[in-house]
């Protein structure tokens, strides 16, 4: 149980495309999701928290305009790279929290999408 | 400032040798600590946690973990490593943000296990 995918796994686009990124939790309900972005041998980077039926909330630094975060029900969640660029390449990570459990709910984590931007 | 430092940037152990990656944290209120591990071009697995009880907390693949509150660390250990043990492992503390809960990654330490 608690398998978080992601799709793509792996894409390559154009400058200036935007590319929509997918995360789901497939066995359980997320009340939250995470994203996360990480550099090539450095620890992970939160981008913003996800909510269900609400606004993402963007760490400090975070274009919200660039990074849009959709969480439109309680098993997905989409980030979209608007308007992409070479220094947007990089890996990123979802996670997601269980709607039901402990209060020391841990975050299962997808499998990451490779976004490499020509 | 809430953080998490993992000093060592990769340690490296003969197959069959303890191991340990090293944790320090800094947060205020009780810690509630992570050890995740991940593998080349994969996404994070949870090894374990500790929030309460016994400071030796057991996780996946036979790792534990020692909380120790005085010296505020939670090092990652195994009694005998294995060569599939090499990989990157993060160390995270939960945080609160307002009205949402968080984790703060430490920068991560990549473990090699030489045959």
């Known amino acids: 149980g608690a398998v978080v995918s992601q799709h793509p796994s792996r894409v390559i686009c154009k400058s200036g495309t935007s590319v929509k990124i997918e995360c789901r939790s497939l066995?359980?309900?997320?009340?939250?999701m995470f994203w996360y972005r990480q550099f090539p041998k450095q620890s992970l980077m939160l981008m913003a928290t996800?909510?269900?039926?609400?606004?993402?909330?963007?760490e400090q630094g975070v274009e919200k305009d660039k990074f849009l975060i959709n969480h439109a029900s309680l098993t997905l969640s989409t980030l979209t790279v608007t308007s992409a660029h070479p220094e947007d390449s990089s890996f990123y990570i979802c996670?997601?929290?269980?709607?039901?459990?402990?209060?020391?709910?841990?975050?299962?984590f997808g499998p990451g999408t490779r976004l490499t931007v020509l | 400032a809430q953080s998490v430092a993992q000093p060592e940037d990769q340690v490296n152990v003969a197959e069959g040798n303890p191991l340990t990656v090293k944790c320090t944290y800094s947060v205020s209120g009780n810690p509630y600590l992570f050890w995740y591990v991940q593998y080349p071009n994969r996404g994070l697995q949870f090894l374990l946690k500790?929030?309460?009880?016994d400071n030796l907390v057991k996780g996946s693949y036979g790792f534990e973990a020692e909380f120790n509150k005085s010296q505020t660390s939670f090092h990652l250990k195994k009694p005998s490593a294995l060569v599939s043990d090499s990989a990157l492992y993060f160390c995270?503390?939960?945080?609160?943000?307002?009205?949402?809960?968080?984790?703060?990654w430490g920068l991560g330490t990549s473990l090699a296990v030489n045959p």
């Open positions: 066995d359980f309900q997320a009340t939250t």
């Open positions: 996800s909510n269900e039926g609400s606004k993402a909330t963007y």
């Open positions: 996670s997601a929290r269980r709607r039901s459990g402990g209060d020391y709910n841990e975050q299962f």
């Open positions: 500790y929030i309460t009880g």
């Open positions: 995270a503390v939960r945080v609160n943000a307002g009205n949402n809960r968080k984790l703060i």
